[in-house]
């Protein structure tokens, strides 16, 4: 398989409305190449977040993500920034030592590169912020509960009490509460696979899950 047909998306349904976890919004390093060098991956990383975005906005269902999501994401986006701020920095120092002229042409990619992950990065972030707060009901809290109660004993007989953030368990919830029709895109095979037992115990029809790493998509009721 070559490199840009494992960054396509034409194995996620267009309809049905779709939640993102953090995992998916990063190329995993499952996906990339072997033996590439900084410049190759951060190539690679921005292919990867621009047929994520574009498969976003071009589906008919909605996108969108919860806010504990939100938080790490923003938290991705701030690793960006600080990494082009040292990339700035970095660069002032070699132009002062008189090594600028021979590196001039790669590091212009670098910094280009930097610049265009963090802008796909930010526009992605805003649109799956904006696709939560759009259309979000607050629910009962005795729904809340059940959904919770289901996920601890599928944990439970896993052994994984502890396995699920609190960022995944409102993720689950938030797409649970749809009652059908909605899905989950995430490399967490934890989060996955809870997602699908609770889907299951549920009865809901038309529920999904999507897992970048297999370009895999598992339907469920």
């Not at 994520?52 to 969108?64: S, W």
């Amino acid at each position: 398989m070559s490199k840009s047909s494992r960054y396509n998306f034409d194995y996620v349904p267009r309809e049905g409305k779709l939640y993102v976890d953090t995992s998916a919004t990063e190329l995993h390093e499952e996906l990339r190449g072997e033996n590439d060098n900084m410049g190759s991956t951060l190539r690679q990383e921005r292919q990867y977040m621009g047929k994520l975005e574009r498969m976003f906005k071009k589906r008919k269902g909605e996108v969108a993500t919860t806010p504990l999501i939100s938080v790490e994401i923003e938290r991705q986006l701030d690793y960006y920034s600080q990494g082009i701020n040292k990339y700035k920095n970095h660069q002032k120092f070699r132009k002062s030592t008189g090594h600028w002229r021979n590196e001039k042409s790669l590091n212009s990619e670098f910094g280009k590169l930097l610049k265009e992950k963090l802008k796909i990065g930010r526009r992605m972030a805003n649109l799956l912020k904006r696709g939560y707060e759009e259309s979000h009901e607050e629910p009962y809290n005795s729904e809340i509960k059940g959904i919770n109660e289901t996920m601890d004993d599928y944990l439970l007989w896993r052994k994984k009490e502890d396995g699920l953030s609190a960022p995944d368990r409102e993720l689950i919830i938030e797409a649970l509460l749809q009652r059908g029709n909605a899905g989950i895109i995430s490399n967490d095979r934890l989060l996955i696979s809870t997602y699908i037992h609770s889907a299951m115990e549920f009865d809901f029809p038309n529920c999904f899950t999507c897992f970048p790493i297999t370009r895999r998509t598992i339907m469920i009721g």
